[in-house]
């Protein structure tokens, strides 16, 4: 049993990576079309950056539905 939820645990952050991976894909397409400059940078440098926090995140406490 505890194996089985471990599983789907772990299957629900694999999904939650994926879909925080291809929002942000989105909003970087959208970021690029902007000319390039340094906020441009560091708009780009910022959607990586939490990206790896989100996804730490996730490792650290998993997904849940926490709205706040």
Known sequence: L???QAE?????????????RQQLEQAEQIIKKIGPCRERSL????LD???LWANAA???TGVA???Q
């Open 8 to 20: 789907a645990r772990k299957a629900s952050a694999k999904r939650q990576l994926e879909v925080n």
């Open 58 to 60: 996730i490792a650290e």
């Open 49 to 51: 950056e939490a990206l």
């Open 2 to 4: 505890f194996a089985a």
């Open 65 to 67: 539905d926490y709205e």
């Open 43 to 46: 708009a780009l440098t910022k």
